[in-house]
């Protein structure tokens, strides 16, 4: 249990989770009072997480990460009684109409992050941050992100201080101390308490002004106008809960799809043959015969499959969830001449699964070439699986794929330095993680980047009036 809690420390990649596979397809680990079974192989995944999908969907009680630090409602570890309302509603967020629309949005916040790595390059990697949280801004709240700095500071302690949270303290692996030990005298709680308050004042500062607009009539378009208090919704739940579940999407969606990015710029600064043959597959569909010059767009996704594999094989490559939260079993269940008992927790081993192909350290976008590279979930755990599968996985593939495209097509991505590929740094949020240097490819690509940044601002002034 000790190392478990410590399984992150070396950064996403976790190698005491890589060496759990070494005992086969399925750990079991026996942690606190619980006892934990982890999928190191697709197979059991599919089976275990899928076809049993309907009693192995539940979450276990954790009194720290769930309780205190998300007052019981951050919708990624809520019980299934009190989860099953939001979900219906963030089902919209699969929705291909809803998707279309997103899309534009998503091509039109990454012009920003063109400019950015143009105008100041030695910080992308806050510009990965900005644009990640910009679309799940607009995308939720329907608004141009206008939060200071300090405001952005303090919604990243919040998303990582929660994942932080996920593991790491005893009480979550013996539930029954937080029945047990009156409240008085736990001695473990003060921090926590003082962690989800300080969650809640922070999601509360940017739910108000969106509550209000939607009450008043001035809201823009986006998910919580929308789909959430949409009265056609009909949803149930209370004010607290909507406010935990719009700022739970946007944090859920946008440190990923930044530590995501950052993983991709990785895999270009480290095998230059992948980037070359991705812009090779770009140029052929954004160079003109004249040599005229187009960004890549959404319209282009099916013209692009090296593309699209990228996407997956970056998730594959360095996975951005190593592990996923537990799923606990809520019945009996013999499998394969197993027997789990109800109340057994089941994680899926991104580290492990990442693994499990020829190779596997090598990137090489052209293993998931099969036909299915635009389905995103085809073969690849990273969103997870079962009814509690990520509910973004259709946004966060799509804002991957635009920003990906269109840094490929603009940017020559090389080392600035030595870099171990397995060293992401990913909660480097002040300075660069590793030394990379993003160079503009032309002065035609400059052009291209300047004037698509001007028609964004046109595009903000009209949305603005
Ligand atoms: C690269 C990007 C992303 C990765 C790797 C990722 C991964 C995951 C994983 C592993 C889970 C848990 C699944 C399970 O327990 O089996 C999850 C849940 C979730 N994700 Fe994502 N995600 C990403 C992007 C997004 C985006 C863009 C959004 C929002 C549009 C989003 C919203 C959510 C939400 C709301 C949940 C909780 C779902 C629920 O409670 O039913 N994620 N994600």
Not at 297 to 314: T, W
Request: aromatic share 12%; with cysteine; glycine share 6%.
């Amino acid at each position: 249990m000790f190392q478990f809690t410590k399984a992150r420390d070396a950064g996403l990649w976790a190698p005491f989770l890589a060496s759990l596979s070494k005992y086969g397809p399925m750990t079991t680990l026996r942690m606190g009072s619980q006892t934990w079974v982890v999928l190191n192989e697709p197979q059991v995944v599919a089976d275990l997480i899928n076809k049993h999908g309907k009693i192995t969907n539940e979450r276990p009680e954790m009194p720290i990460a769930g309780d205190l630090v998300s007052h019981g409602m951050r919708t990624v570890i809520r019980p299934t009684a009190s989860w099953t309302e939001g979900r219906r509603v963030m089902h919209h967020l699969l929705s291909g109409s809803v998707l279309r629309v997103y899309g534009n949005w998503q091509e039109i916040e990454s012009l920003q992050l063109l400019s950015a790595y143009l105008d100041d390059p030695t910080r992308w990697y806050a510009h990965h941050y900005r644009y990640s949280i910009a679309v799940l801004y607009r995308l939720v709240m329907g608004e141009n992100l206008d939060k200071t700095q300090a405001e952005l500071d303090d919604y990243q302690k919040v998303t990582m201080e929660f994942t932080w949270s996920l593991l790491r303290s005893f009480v979550d692996y013996f539930p029954q101390f937080s029945h047990w030990v009156p409240t008085a005298l736990q001695w473990w709680r003060p921090v926590w308490v003082k962690m989800g308050d300080f969650h809640h004042r922070v999601f509360k500062d940017w739910w108000d002004p969106i509550r209000n607009a939607v009450q008043d009539g001035t809201a823009k378009p986006g998910f919580v106008r929308d789909t959430l208090l949409h009265p056609e919704m009909r949803y149930k739940g209370s004010e607290e809960e909507a406010m935990y579940l719009a700022t739970s999407v946007i944090a859920a969606g946008s440190d990923n799809t930044r530590m995501t990015l950052n993983t991709f710029l990785m895999a270009m600064i480290s095998h230059p043959e992948i980037l070359a043959r991705a812009r090779e597959e770009m140029d052929a569909v954004c160079v003109e015969e004249d040599g005229t010059l187009r960004l890549p767009g959404m319209a282009d996704f099916e013209q692009l499959p090296y593309l699209a594999a990228m996407v997956k094989e970056v998730l594959r490559w360095r996975p951005t969830t190593p592990i996923t939260p537990q799923h606990q079993l809520t019945e009996d269940l013999e499998y394969e001449g197993y027997y789990f008992p109800k109340g057994t927790c089941f994680v899926i081993n991104g580290i492990a699964l990442s693994q499990q192909c020829d190779e596997p350290d090598r990137f090489d976008p052209s293993r998931w070439l099969d036909g299915n590279e635009g389905n995103i979930t085809q073969g690849l755990w990273a969103f997870g699986g079962g009814r509690r599968i990520c509910v973004g996985y259709r946004v966060a593939q799509q804002a991957l794929y635009v920003a990906m495209a269109r840094l490929v097509f603009c940017f020559d991505l090389t080392p600035d330095g030595p870099v171990n590929t397995r060293k992401l740094n990913h909660f480097s949020l002040d300075k660069q993680p590793f030394p990379a240097k993003v160079t503009v490819r032309s002065p035609s690509h400059e052009e291209l980047i300047q004037q698509a940044a001007k028609k964004r601002e046109c595009f903000l002034m009209s949305v603005r009036v």
